[in-house]
């Protein structure tokens, strides 16, 4: 994983580490891509809509992949019964992911709380493509903003979304401008991405910044900030059944 180039002379943005190795019933969770960390850090205000976008185009293959799987293997699997497989799975790796960087201070709490944000959306994948909803539809992305709270409707997340995948091209063609202090923009992309992972994950998170803050809450507000994601994603893909839906119309 490469390192994000400096801006202004400013240090980069640590990435995460690679991880020690796990037990078998205690999967590390993976940590967003390098390049979306430089999309997020560059453009913090769109953070939330730029890691949903991303989340449905590398983890929604994923999820359709696992559910064919799983009914394959899984004779009389119901929907139900896959969309609580997913939840287990992931609000077991939510627990862990307040302590995946290792770097200390307010860069390391930025990236555990996307660690834990883009946890959660890999779990609504799971949840849609349970119920048979298409885990790679851009609709996706629109619901993960609704779902996560960072929007109140679809309607405000799609603009939303439009205008970060606007943003994304423009910096894929002219670059982008500098930044200011790194401080300041971390503290901007750590309150966006807060925001998308429920704010009782982000205070347990974030207390990292008070030494021995974090041990004392432990990890009950990062599952359960996944949990109360993960009856949204349910109550929601539940009524789809297994019609995948097709592409809306403009």
Do not use: C
């Not at 002219?174 to 992972?197: D, H, I, N, P």
């Not at 429920?198 to 207390?207: E, H, L, S, T, Y």
């Not at 109360?228 to 297994?242: N, P, V, W």
């Amino acid at each position: 994983m490469s390192e994000p180039v400096p801006a202004d002379g400013q240090p980069p943005t640590p990435a995460p580490q690679p991880p020690a190795p796990a037990a078998a019933d205690q999967e590390i969770p993976e940590a967003p891509p390098a390049t979306l960390w430089d999309r997020m850090r560059d453009d913090p205000q769109y953070a939330p809509e730029h890691l949903a976008l991303e989340a449905v185009r590398r983890l929604g293959p994923e999820a359709a992949q696992w559910a064919a799987r799983a009914r394959a293997e899984q004779a009389g699997v119901t929907a139900d019964m896959l969309a609580e497989q997913a939840v287990r799975k992931f609000v077991n790796r939510a627990r862990l992911s307040g302590a995946v960087s290792g770097a200390a201070g307010l860069p390391g709490a930025v990236i555990d709380i996307g660690v834990l944000a883009w946890t959660q959306a890999r779990m609504v994948l799971h949840v849609a493509a349970a119920y048979g909803v298409d885990p790679l539809h851009t609709d996706r992305a629109t619901d993960l903003l609704v779902l996560q709270r960072v929007h109140k409707v679809a309607e405000t997340a799609r603009l939303a979304l439009g205008v970060a995948a606007g943003r994304e091209r423009a910096g894929a063609l002219f670059g982008t401008g500098g930044q200011g202090q790194l401080g300041k923009v971390m503290l901007r992309l750590g309150v966006r991405l807060a925001q998308m992972a429920g704010m009782r994950a982000a205070k347990r998170v974030f207390a990292k910044l008070v030494p021995g803050a974090a041990i004392v809450l432990g990890t009950w507000a990062n599952s359960s900030a996944t949990k109360d994601l993960a009856e949204r994603s349910r109550a929601l893909y539940r009524q789809h059944g297994t019609v995948v839906p097709g592409p809306r119309r403009a």
